[in-house]
């Protein structure tokens, strides 16, 4: 029987409930556990703190999903985490992550990367059982599932990427994606109203409530309780469509266990709340991938929002442990606005100057290699929401500020006749300037400099190390045995690639973990067939 | 702490009167911090801004909304703080930073983007975010930048065959 979505800001009452298992989050760990325990003939629970994004026809024609109107600040509020104006402690970084049904899958630009081989000879040192061979069937059912495929629509940016690259000789690839029949509307970011992206609420959720999982949206978990080795209790409220608590609450009594994916900062934020931080392991090492950013001026308009965001790249400078991965993108007027340390004239006059005929690239760096540094620490602020206290670690100034002057030879060699780079004061350069400015950035100092993620990772660690441990092989929580993590806080270093399909993966193995303890069948339902997205890998 | 400190500076603010700022009701902004923030916002997009975003101070109370608690009560904070201390302690004028010409205002804002102090520059950040994000979102201000809008159809440009020839080699399908 067919489960259903419930959208707490609606329920007039205060609510219990007993399913088998409560799954905390909805993005790519949350969905993908959703289907496969669901499937396994389990009562399933969902709750996201985020919107019910309903299917509904829109007035643009195939829109299938009315409510994501493309407008960006509409759907900032309404799709991310605090309004899209996340930032770490010391306001140093603007952190991007989804608050929705579908979570980070919902607004991601689609980008399909798997894990990359170093960081897995990485974990496998700290302890992990990942490998290649044995993801393998994990990858190929997440591959084929979405499935991912190479998508040759390119936007303009892309486009501008390819020839500098060519010029410079410099290998540069198709970067696979999860879309189908893509529009080019550009708004991936944003949600995609066509159905057109795979993403959570399109696939696994929907997959999932066909074979009866129940989702609460807007609803906010409060604190597990425990008592001894167990998880009795999900406490939670209901928010409003503005995120203000409405007088209802929820209680589950899950029987047989609790899943925690609610992403590199829920998950650790809400153990803390719960007192569950295992002698100040919980929240520790958290990682992001600092993104650095540049934008070409072409001679021509590029009409850079439209087209498919995040489909070239080149692995050339990916390896070591801080490497960086160098993709393309589309922008829109309030992201640039807001990543403008600029006012007066001169913000109007790089606005009307790089937007309509600019083009983007930006470099995700790798961290979280060196054990001796401390990286980021999720904590709790006086009213006992999250805050990533984090500084860029000494280690990426360098490699940060060569992205930025590899990227701004890319987009010369392409034609671009300056190339604005996002420091304060704003940085401008041209053919023949030397990028000595730019090696000058002091990345450390917030504001210095516009540093975007949209990769948080870690927290809440998978290691063999007991003074960090946090997480078991077997993805139970340390000490408690009803209580699984399947989200990207369980990864002891950044990923150095895009994360949602290696999310996706690790879900599907702890899922098979919890259907093994209660000897429930896990299945692969699509090993055959396909096209292997990743030749050579 | 944040809490008596905000309670002192808005004692002490008497930001200047605008006939632009109409709104009455807010969820966030009170009419002080509303006027601080008309303040700012002119200092930061320049005289008439509202020709172009008219809705700008209803938008960011509404926005201010979606922010954490924490996090918003620092940014009505920073209001306060530049529209008391920033005069004297930044441009040696003292007048409040609402009662400071646009000239003076921009001063202000250049020192503080400039400063060795970490809270300055963030406050900096804060302000500029906060106003150009939100008059961009304006309808009304895409034709400078050449935006089309949304749900239209993707320029012709995306429809021209890639600029160079692209995998030649590569025998898997494209997807449609």
Redesign the interface.
């Known amino acids: 029987m067919a489960g259903t979505i419930v959208e707490g800001r609606n329920v007039a009452d205060n609510v219990t409930l007993t399913p088998d298992f409560c799954i905390i989050g909805s993005g790519a760990g949350g969905g993908v556990c959703a289907l496969k325990l669901t499937e396994a003939g389990f009562d399933v629970l969902v709750l996201e703190e985020g919107p019910n994004i309903p299917k509904e026809k829109g007035p643009a024609p195939a829109q299938e999903r009315k409510m994501l109107n493309e407008r960006e600040v509409e759907m900032y509020k309404l799709l991310y985490q605090e309004g899209a104006t996340r930032l770490t402690k010391n306001g140093g970084v603007k952190i991007l992550q989804g608050r929705c049904l579908g979570g980070g899958t919902a607004v991601n630009w689609s980008a399909c990367l798997p894990p990359r081989l170093e960081t897995l000879d990485e974990w496998q040192k700290r302890g992990l059982p990942f490998t290649r061979q044995n993801l393998d069937p994990y990858l190929r059912e997440v591959a084929n599932y979405l499935p991912i495929v190479r998508n040759d629509k390119y936007n303009t940016s892309a486009r501008m990427f390819m020839l500098g690259c060519a010029k410079h000789d410099i290998p540069h690839e198709n970067l696979p994606n999860n879309t189908h029949n893509c529009r080019e509307c550009g708004s991936c970011g944003v949600g995609c109203p066509y159905d057109r992206k795979m993403s959570g609420f399109v696939k696994w959720l929907p997959d999932a409530v066909a074979l009866g999982a129940t989702i609460y949206t807007d609803t906010k978990v409060d604190r597990l309780k425990a008592s001894g080795d167990q998880i009795r209790e999900v406490h939670a409220h209901f928010i409003d469509g503005k995120t203000r608590p409405t007088k209802r609450k929820l209680v589950v009594k899950p029987t047989k266990g609790v899943v925690m994916a609610a992403g590199a900062i829920g998950t650790p934020s809400i153990l803390l709340r719960s007192d569950l931080d295992l002698d100040n392991r919980v929240g520790k090492y958290t990682h992001i991938h600092p993104t650095t950013i540049t934008i070409g001026k072409y001679p021509d308009n590029t009409f850079p929002a439209y087209g498919v965001p995040d489909n070239m790249w080149t692995p050339k400078f990916a390896p070591g442990p801080t490497g960086y991965l160098i993709e393309t993108g589309s922008f829109y007027p309030v992201l640039s606005a807001s990543a403008t340390l600029q006012h007066g004239d001169e913000l109007h006059r790089i606005m009307r100057d790089y937007y309509p005929t600019g083009a983007i690239s930006y470099a995700h760096h790798t961290t979280g290699f060196d054990e001796d540094e401390k990286y980021g620490t999720v904590e709790l602020d006086r009213n006992g929401d999250p805050e990533l206290d984090y500084k860029i670690p000494k280690a990426n100034v360098k490699p940060m500020q060569e992205s930025l002057v590899m990227m701004a030879r890319i987009h010369l060699a392409a034609g671009a006749t300056s190339v604005y780079v996002l420091r304060n004061p704003p940085l401008e350069v041209k053919q023949g300037d030397t990028f000595d400015e730019i090696r000058q950035i002091d990345f450390r100092s917030p504001q210095r400099a516009t540093i975007f993620t949209v990769h948080v990772m870690g927290g809440c660690q998978m290691n063999k190390d007991n003074k960090r441990r946090c997480v078991n092989e077997d993805f139970t929580f340390s000490g408690k045995k009803n209580l699984w993590v399947a989200d990207g806080s369980i990864f002891p270093t950044a990923l150095g690639a895009n994360p949602q399909v290696t999310i996706y993966s690790l879900a599907l193995w702890a899922a098979r973990q919890i259907c093994d303890r209660h000897q429930r069948p896990f299945q692969f339902n699509h090993q055959q067939g396909g096209d292997w997205p990743w030749p050579g890998y | 702490m944040a809490g008596v400190l905000n309670s002192i500076l808005a004692a002490a603010a008497n930001p200047k009167k605008r006939s632009e700022v109409t709104a009455s009701t807010f ?1 966030c902004l009170d009419k002080k911090t509303a006027l601080i923030l008309f303040a700012v916002a002119e ?4 005289e008439g801004f509202l020709l172009k975003a008219p809705r700008f101070v209803e ?1 960011v109370d ?2 201010l ?7 918003r009560d620092q940014f009505l904070l920073a209001l306060l703080i530049a529209e008391v201390t920033y005069g004297p302690l930044i441009s040696g004028n003292f007048k409040h930073f609402s009662h400071l010409s646009l000239a003076d205002r ?1 001063k202000i ?2 020192k503080m ?2 400063s060795g102090q ?1 809270l300055r ?2 406050i ?6 906060v ?7 304006s309808d009304l ?2 034709p ?5 809008g ?2 239209v159809d ?2 012709d ?2 429809t021209q065959p ?3 020839p ?2 030649p080699k ?1 025998l ?5």
């Not at chain 2, 200092?43 to 320049?46: I, T």
């Not at chain 2, 900096?124 to 975010?129: E, G, P």
């Open positions: 969820d200092a930061v997009l320049g938008t509404d926005y909304n979606y922010q954490r608690p924490q996090q921009r804002l250049e983007r400039s970490e520059r963030n900096y950040a804060a302000f500029v975010n106003s150009a994000s939100t008059y961009y979102a201000t895409w400078d930048l050449n935006y089309k949304v749900s993707h320029p440009i995306l890639p600029p160079i692209w995998r590569d898997r399908p494209i997807e449609p």
